[in-house]
């Protein structure tokens, strides 16, 4: 009976040791055909001088001399008190676009500690020149005589799309509407908001304000803006982490609302191929000032791709249980291991598998 244990034992140890070669001949063919790493520079720790983004929010004060003067004064007070000091870029499908939000580190001297949690009442609030229509998540303002059915079509279609993936992180919007501005041209856009020509669109967090022109970028720009209203209004009081905030943000823009940035792809080839910034780096960074431009699509690529990866690379609410750690002040890699478990104990861990998933698809099925 001990010689029959004994063998039993010896069987099995032989199974298990020829089932782990396979293993790893298997495997290891697919890490061979991953580059190895070639990791950028760190763009927030260069001591170069770097080209400056611009991000400070200064409202312009231009001449207006028609009737809606007054009306565009209020509303550029509005957008500049909420606005603060700095902002957040939004990257869309032509290039970087500033956009006044609600991220600064200086928020918490502000006086303003519940910056994320919607305030604005839930009525409408018009301005001179402008078409009003309510949805049911919705007031849209137009300007003109009439809002387009087209465009309250497109925006209900969009909510329902972005709702897929956040209505977790946003139960008030089943009461509590977003409040839509959009103008017919730049000029009219730079008036109400006094932002500058190249700015492609405006948003006040606080009140669930958006303010955007009309143009192939809009839909967009309104996407990833909204999901910044949407998402990051889950962390109350807490600050969301920049990396998850612009990586679901560009997450809703490509996969709901079809809005795919030409930057994308050659970003998302370069960390195929080895390329990027770790993720450690990744997730202590808190602004984006000083950054060139090359750098910070780089970065947005990457944020976005680490948060389609947590997304999708497990079942069930672990992406949810994720935030809602890090909203409960737990620092990201503890947070990653109790929502996900084993393998992702660290943030090297994730990053492995992370890139393997990038370059083969064999986890998350996300290679294209």
């Given at each position: 009976?001990?010689?029959?244990?004994?063998?039993?034992?010896?069987?099995?140890?032989?199974?298990?040791?020829?089932?782990?070669?396979?293993?790893?001949?298997?495997?290891?063919?697919?890490?061979?055909?991953?580059?190895?790493?070639?990791?950028?520079?760190?763009?927030?720790?260069?001591?170069?001088?770097?080209?400056?983004?611009?991000?400070?929010?200064?409202?312009?004060?231009?001449?207006?001399?028609?009737?809606?003067?007054?009306?565009?004064?209020?509303?550029?007070?509005?957008?500049?008190?909420?606005?603060?000091?700095?902002?957040?870029?939004?990257?869309?499908?032509?290039?970087?676009?500033?956009?006044?939000?609600?991220?600064?580190?200086?928020?918490?001297?502000?006086?303003?500690?519940?910056?994320?949690?919607?305030?604005?009442?839930?009525?409408?609030?018009?301005?001179?020149?402008?078409?009003?229509?309510?949805?049911?998540?919705?007031?849209?303002?137009?300007?003109?005589?009439?809002?387009?059915?087209?465009?309250?079509?497109?925006?209900?279609?969009?909510?329902?799309?972005?709702?897929?993936?956040?209505?977790?992180?946003?139960?008030?919007?089943?009461?509590?509407?977003?409040?839509?501005?959009?103008?017919?041209?730049?000029?009219?856009?730079?008036?109400?908001?006094?932002?500058?020509?190249?700015?492609?669109?405006?948003?006040?967090?606080?009140?669930?304000?958006?303010?955007?022109?009309?143009?192939?970028?809009?839909?967009?720009?309104?996407?990833?803006?909204?999901?910044?209203?949407?998402?990051?209004?889950?962390?109350?009081?807490?600050?969301?982490?920049?990396?998850?905030?612009?990586?679901?943000?560009?997450?809703?823009?490509?996969?709901?609302?079809?809005?795919?940035?030409?930057?994308?792809?050659?970003?998302?080839?370069?960390?195929?191929?080895?390329g990027g910034y770790k993720v450690s780096d990744i997730v202590k960074i808190e602004t984006?000032?000083?950054?060139?431009?090359?750098?910070?699509?780089?970065?947005?690529?990457?944020?976005?791709?680490?948060?389609?990866?947590?997304?999708?690379?497990?079942?069930?609410?672990?992406?949810?249980?994720?935030?809602?750690?890090?909203?409960?002040?737990?620092?990201?890699?503890?947070?990653?291991?109790?929502?996900?478990?084993?393998?992702?104990?660290?943030?090297?861990?994730?990053?492995?598998?992370?890139?393997?998933?990038?370059?083969?698809?064999?986890?998350?099925?996300?290679?294209?």
């Amino acid at each position: 009976m001990d010689i029959l244990h004994k063998l039993r034992v010896l069987f099995w140890f032989l199974v298990a040791g020829l089932w782990g070669l396979f293993l790893y001949q298997y495997i290891s063919e697919d890490l061979n055909s991953i580059p190895k790493i070639k990791l950028s520079q760190n763009p927030f720790s260069n001591t170069a001088p770097a080209k400056r983004i611009e991000r400070k929010y200064t409202p312009a004060q231009p001449p207006v001399n028609n009737a809606a003067a007054s009306s565009a004064q209020n509303f550029q007070t509005a957008i500049a008190s909420a606005a603060y000091a700095s902002s957040r870029i939004l990257i869309n499908s032509g290039d970087i676009k500033d956009i006044p939000d609600m991220h600064s580190k200086d928020l918490s001297q502000s006086g303003q500690q519940d910056y994320l949690a919607p305030k604005a009442e839930n009525e409408a609030q018009p301005i001179e020149g402008f078409a009003y229509k309510q949805t049911d998540h919705f007031h849209i303002y137009q300007e003109g005589d009439k809002v387009d059915d087209a465009l309250v079509k497109d925006l209900e279609n969009l909510h329902g799309n972005i709702i897929l993936d956040l209505i977790a992180f946003s139960p008030w919007q089943r009461e509590k509407k977003v409040h839509i501005y959009f103008a017919k041209d730049p000029s009219t856009y730079q008036k109400i908001t006094g932002r500058p020509a190249w700015s492609g669109g405006a948003a006040n967090m606080a009140e669930r304000k958006i303010y955007l022109y009309e143009s192939e970028e809009a839909f967009g720009i309104l996407a990833h803006e909204l999901t910044h209203i949407y998402f990051d209004s889950f962390f109350e009081n807490s600050q969301s982490p920049l990396w998850l905030s612009e990586g679901m943000a560009v997450y809703i823009q490509v996969e709901r609302a079809g809005s795919y940035p030409r930057w994308l792809k050659e970003n998302l080839d370069i960390l195929k191929n080895g390329g990027g910034y770790k993720v450690s780096d990744i997730v202590k960074i808190e602004t984006l000032e000083g950054a060139d431009d090359k750098s910070v699509k780089l970065w947005y690529a990457q944020s976005y791709s680490l948060v389609l990866f947590l997304m999708r690379a497990k079942r069930g609410d672990a992406f949810y249980q994720f935030c809602k750690l890090i909203k409960h002040g737990e620092n990201v890699s503890l947070a990653l291991y109790k929502a996900y478990g084993s393998p992702y104990n660290k943030l090297s861990s994730l990053e492995v598998v992370w890139r393997y998933d990038l370059k083969t698809g064999k986890l998350t099925q996300l290679n294209n």
